[in-house]
C-alpha cells in the first residue's frame, strides 16, 4: 500500500477539526422549534394548573404550578350544577352547531369544487374570482347584514340562525377544487360514462373516496372555525338556553365582575372545551395532514 500524500492528509484533518455548518444549524433549529413549542404550550399548561384552585389561591399564588389543597372537585361539581348545568346545554349547543355546519360546509363545499373543476360553464372563471374575492371580507363586516337577513327571516333566536351563516365557505370551496382536480383524472371519468356510469354516480361512487382527505380537511376546519364562534352567535342569539360555550363561558366572566368570582371554574370550562378539538385532530389527523400536503403540492 502506498503512504497517502501530504493533500490526503490535510484533507482528512480539515474534515476532522472544522465544524458541520448543518450539525450547527440542526441544534439551531431544534433549539428554536423547542422555544416556539414552549411558548404555544405555556398557556395551555397555566389552564390545566389554575383549574385545580379556588378564586383565592389563583391570585395568590404563582400561575405556574399548582397549589394545596386541589379544587379540582369543587370546581367541576360547580361547573356542571350552576344555573341547573346550564353548561351541558352549552356543550350540547356546540355540537349541535359545529356538526351541522361541518357535515353541510363539506357537502356544498364539495359539490361546488366538483362543479368548478369538472364541468366548462360561461362565466366560470370570473364566478370562481369572485367567491375567491369574498375570502378578504372580514367576517365581522358581515354581521349585520346577516343580522338584518335572520331577522327578515323570523330565525332570529334559532340554531339555524348560526349554522346558516355559517355553512358559506369560499376557502373551502377553493380546497375542494385543487382535490378534485388531482384527486379525479379525467381520464377516469370518461372510463366511467363509457361504462355507463352517470353524474352522480362518478361523483358519490367513485369521485369521493378519491378525495377523501379534502373532505376531512374541510370539515375539520369548518367545525373548528364553527366550535370557536363567538360573535355571530352574540348577534344573533339572546336566549341563554341557545349560547354555544364560548357564549356561555364569557357571559360567566361577565357576571363574576360583579358577584363572586367563578374563574377557575371558567377556566375549567375552557380546558373542557377544547377537548372535543383535540380529539378530533388526533382521530383524523392522518387524513387532514395527508390532505392539506396534496392540496400544497397540486395547487
Given amino acids: 500500500m502506498t503512504a497517502p500524500s501530504v493533500q490526503q492528509r490535510e484533507v482528512r484533518l480539515m474534515k476532522r477539526t472544522r465544524k458541520r455548518p448543518g450539525e450547527r444549524m440542526n441544534w439551531t433549529l431544534i433549539l428554536v422549534l423547542g422555544l416556539f413549542a414552549i411558548y404555544c404550550l405555556l398557556p395551555l399548561w397555566w389552564v390545566f ?23 379540582l372537585l369543587e370546581n367541576l361539581n360547580t361547573l356542571f350544577t350552576r344555573e341547573d348545568g346550564i353548561f351541558w ?25 366538483y362543479g368548478f373543476s369538472k364541468y366548462n360553464f360561461a362565466g366560470k372563471g370570473p364566478l370562481f374570482a369572485l367567491i375567491l374575492g369574498t375570502i378578504m371580507v372580514p367576517s365581522t363586516a358581515l354581521v349585520l347584514p346577516i343580522f338584518l337577513l335572520m331577522q327578515k327571516l323570523e330565525l332570529i333566536n334559532t340554531i339555524w340562525a348560526v349554522i346558516l351563516p355559517s355553512i ?6 377553493y380546497l375542494m377544487r385543487v ?30 373516496p378519491l378525495v377523501r382527505g379534502g373532505l376531512v380537511t374541510v370539515g375539520l376546519f369548518s367545525f373548528v372555525a364553527s366550535w370557536n364562534n363567538f360573535f355571530l352567535p352574540l348577534v344573533v342569539v339572546s336566549k341563554t338556553e ?9 357571559v360567566w366572566n361577565t357576571i363574576s ?10 377556566i375549567l370550562g375552557s380546558l373542557i372545551s377544547i377537548l372535543p378539538l383535540v380529539i378530533g385532530f388526533l382521530t383524523l389527523g392522518r387524513f387532514w395532514q395527508g390532505g392539506l400536503g396534496a392540496g400544497a403540492v397540486k395547487g
Fill in 89 to 113: 346545554t352549552w356543550l350540547r349547543n356546540s355540537f349541535i352547531y359545529a356538526g351541522f355546519t361541518a357535515v353541510l360546509t363539506t357537502i356544498i363545499c364539495a359539490l361546488g369544487g
Fill in 49 to 71: 394548573v389554575n383549574m385545580f384552585k379556588d378564586n383565592p389561591q389563583l391570585f395568590s399564588s404563582f400561575g405556574l404550578w399548582f397549589s394545596s389543597p386541589s379544587h
Fill in 257 to 266: 365582575t360583579g358577584q363572586t368570582p367563578i374563574y377557575p371554574v371558567i
Fill in 179 to 208: 382535490f378534485w382536480d388531482s384527486g379525479l383524472p379525467d381520464e377516469l371519468m370518461e372510463a366511467a360514462r363509457i361504462d355507463g356510469a352517470g353524474h352522480w354516480t362518478i361523483f358519490w361512487e367513485i369521485g369521493l
Fill in 242 to 250: 341557545l349560547f354555544p360555550m364560548t357564549l356561555g363561558l364569557s
Fill in 168 to 173: 358559506i365557505n369560499p376557502f373551502g370551496l
